[in-house]
Each structure stands twice: as structure tokens, then as C-alpha cells.
């Protein structure tokens, strides 16, 4: 069953899962952009996705790169849940999900801590 939401109140689920993001960790996310999509059109079940250079790989070269961007994919994310409690829960973990990418997290021990 998928939840009916307008695109105003996705949004506000991702900008309110950005502020679980301890304020120590925030402080250090540079240069990345928050994007919401409907679904990612090569592989449409994705709920989120990371894109860029995590800050572990980073080196001398990447001053001057665009902004990383971590997409989440809106309706992927509405198609799954059953009601709106499981879409803020997603939409949470989803989030947490991709920022720890940019942070260098691979996705194996995101598993491993729950935030698969």
C-alpha cells in the first residue's frame, strides 16, 4: 500500500531527519547538497542515494569540485510504507542512511548498526 503525501510535507520529513544529525557531525558536512527526486530512474526501488566523495577519500584535489549530493527518492519511499509513521521512519533512516556515505561509512556496517 502506498501513503498519499504532498511534496511540502516529504520535504519537511527530510529537513526534520536532517536535524537528527548530532550538531558535531553537522558542523563537518561541507559542500553537499540535500535533494528530493521521485525515483531514480536506473533503479527505481533505490529510497536514497549518495553521490560524491566521501570525506575519507578526499584529498588535495577536491577543493573546487561541485557540490555531493544525496538524493532521496520520494515516491520509492511512499510506495513501501503502509502510513505516515513509516514514512517519517524511513525518510529518518534513509537520511542518516546516505549523510553517513558522505562521512566514508560503507554500507555493510550500516547494516551492521541499524541504519540499513
Known amino acids: 500500500m502506498s501513503v498519499v503525501m504532498s511534496d511540502d510535507r516529504f520535504e519537511e520529513l527530510v529537513g526534520e531527519a ?3 544529525i548530532p550538531p558535531e557531525l553537522a ?3 561541507d559542500n553537499v547538497v540535500i535533494l528530493v527526486d521521485s525515483r531514480n530512474e536506473d533503479e527505481p526501488g533505490l529510497l536514497g542515494l549518495y553521490h560524491g566523495i ?3 577519500e ?11 549530493t544525496v538524493t532521496i527518492y520520494r515516491d ?6 503502509a502510513d505516515e509513521d513509516e514514512v517519517v521512519h524511513e525518510v529518518a533512516v534513509t537520511v542518516i542512511h546516505e549523510i553517513a556515505h558522505y562521512f ?7 547494516h551492521e548498526l541499524g541504519w540499513g
Open 18 to 20: 536532517l536535524d537528527l
Open 27 to 29: 558542523k563537518a558536512i
Open 54 to 56: 566521501a570525506l575519507t
Open 58 to 68: 578526499r584529498d588535495s584535489y577536491y577543493g573546487g569540485s561541485l557540490p555531493d
Open 76 to 81: 520509492s519511499i511512499l510506495e513501501i510504507c
Open 104 to 110: 566514508g561509512i560503507e554500507e555493510d556496517r550500516l
